[in-house]
């Protein structure tokens, strides 16, 4: 069964510097998603991206924050300085369809970043 | 704006008990709802989701009932079992969004033997 895959599973970086984390989405799907989840609170949406722009973000997604599909499979999220409160599980999601608003989103296994 | 609680947890059950976890929304429209669970040290995974009033989504035994008079998509279970432990997500995808879920806070189902 086709699934989405994330990489690294765990990072762990000092504050300031800049990462990227990484996601492979369902081949065929068009809609791709990325997700947070601070430790104890709600999975929050960051933002959607769909035929190489960005569809909607989220008050989070702000200027530190980037996403890029850098070629026919990758998804990446870049946060360029990070600071302790970015500390979250990040999930990756992706969908076949979407603005149809209907279509069940496939999530990744999640990225654990630590920012010290 | 939209939004999704769902009850408190922990949830601590014996193996075959019955189980409800209850989930109620707050939407403008039509939204689609849907439940998720995390299994320890897992991504999310789709349970079940229901598209419309009165659906009814079902998979490996849980269920729930898409109720747009109560606003509410509990979750039931039957019998639970040990491998049911995991942390259970209700979430909403609006009928007027682009495309994000909202998501309620997770309530933790332990089952034990």
């Known amino acids: 069964e086709p699934e989405v895959t994330q990489t690294p599973s765990h990072q762990v970086t000092q504050m300031g510097q800049e990462v990227i984390l990484r996601c492979v989405p369902i081949s065929n799907h068009l809609y791709f998603y990325w997700y947070r989840q601070i430790l104890g609170q709600k999975v929050e949406f960051l933002v959607s991206?769909?035929?190489?722009?960005?569809?909607?973000k989220s008050e989070i997604f702000d200027d530190q924050f980037s996403v890029e599909r850098p070629d026919g499979s990758n998804f990446t999220l870049k946060i360029r300085s990070t600071k302790l409160e970015d500390s979250a599980m990040y999930f990756c999601?992706?969908?076949?369809?979407?603005?149809?608003?209907?279509?069940?989103?496939?999530f990744g296994p999640g990225t654990r970043l630590l920012v010290l | 704006g939209d939004s999704v609680t769902q009850m408190e947890g922990p949830v601590t059950l014996s193996e075959e008990a019955f189980l409800t976890i209850n989930c109620t929304y707050t939407a403008t429209g039509y939204p689609s709802l849907f439940w998720y669970v995390q299994y320890p040290g897992e991504g999310l995974q789709l349970l079940l989701k229901?598209?419309?009033?009165?659906d009814k989504g079902s998979n490996k035994g849980f269920e729930a009932t898409y109720r747009k008079e109560t606003t509410s998509f509990h979750l039931e279970k039957g019998s639970v079992q040990v491998s049911d432990s995991a942390v259970y997500f209700c979430?909403?995808?609006?009928?007027?969004?682009?495309?994000?879920?909202?998501f309620g806070k997770g309530t933790k189902l332990s089952v034990k033997p």
């Open positions: 991206f769909y035929n190489n722009e960005i569809s909607e």
């Open positions: 229901a598209t419309k009033a009165d």
């Open positions: 979430a909403l995808l609006g009928g007027g969004s682009q495309g994000n879920l909202i």
């Open positions: 999601a992706s969908s076949e369809y979407g603005l149809a608003g209907q279509e069940t989103q496939y």
